[in-house]
């Protein structure tokens, strides 16, 4: 399973970017707007702290044909951008466009295995489902999350579900769990997920008992 990381803050990204876990950064208006930088310069500095790395910029324009164009220049900033695009009606036909334009798309906001079926017969590389919005109406986010891989599999579709809106380890652990091809994370949520309270008690021991032998070196 893939890891991203949902945020454009730069130096988090910079920070984890050495670990070697992370396979790109999905930004959206929301967090691109919380750095007090220009958009696009901000864009391209991500696509170099992740060189290999696949970068999703959303498009922020409304009209379907101006959709299309800002799409065609998001994705001209760099060859690892994926143009994100909302999953509206109003958008199909430019999505399937920039589909056969060679675009790779990321749509998001999708929250039904409707939505994401139609989405994969236009051929787009991601789906991303919202999980925590769903919580957020006290519904349950992550049932989506294994329809819409039992769906993806049934018909055997090549787009690939990446788990959005993750909010918690549970979400993580649910998107796992039905077999995410990809999960993006705020660096807060990855943060918790690497972190356990057990992994850090067992160092504290090992290292007490290991000081009562009192050698220098080892081997
Ligand atoms: C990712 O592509 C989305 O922009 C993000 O996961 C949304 O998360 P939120 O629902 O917590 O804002």
């Known amino acids: 399973m893939k890891i991203f990381l949902d945020t454009a803050d730069k130096l988090a990204i910079a920070q984890w970017a050495v670990t070697g876990l992370i396979d790109g950064v999905t930004t959206n208006p929301t967090h691109l707007a919380k750095e007090k930088k220009s958009p696009k310069e901000l864009v391209q500095e991500i696509c170099t702290l992740l060189p290999q790395g696949e970068i999703s910029v959303e498009v922020t324009e409304k009209e379907p044909d101006k959709v299309y164009a800002q799409a065609l220049k998001i994705a001209a900033l760099h060859q690892n951008i ?45 789906i ?27 018909y055997n579709f090549d787009t690939q579900l990446l788990a959005a809106s993750l909010r918690s380890v549970q979400h993580v652990h649910q998107a796992i ?21 057990l992994t850090d008690r067992g160092i504290a021991q090992f290292d007490a008992d290991w000081q009562k032998l009192d050698i220098k070196q080892f081997p």
């Open 82 to 126: 994926l143009v994100k695009i909302p999953c509206h009606k109003d958008y199909y036909g430019v999505i399937e466009k920039l589909v056969n334009d060679g675009i790779k798309i990321n749509v998001t906001l999708v929250f039904t295995v409707v939505q994401a079926l139609f989405m994969c017969k236009l051929g787009v590389v991601y």
């Open 177 to 197: 769990l039905a077999g995410a091809d990809a999960a993006t994370l705020p660096i807060a949520v990855l943060e918790q997920c690497a972190a356990h309270v």
């Open 128 to 154: 991303s489902p919202f999980v925590g919005r769903w919580d957020d109406i006290d519904a349950h986010g992550g049932d989506v999350l294994f329809e819409i891989r039992e769906m993806i599999d049934q």
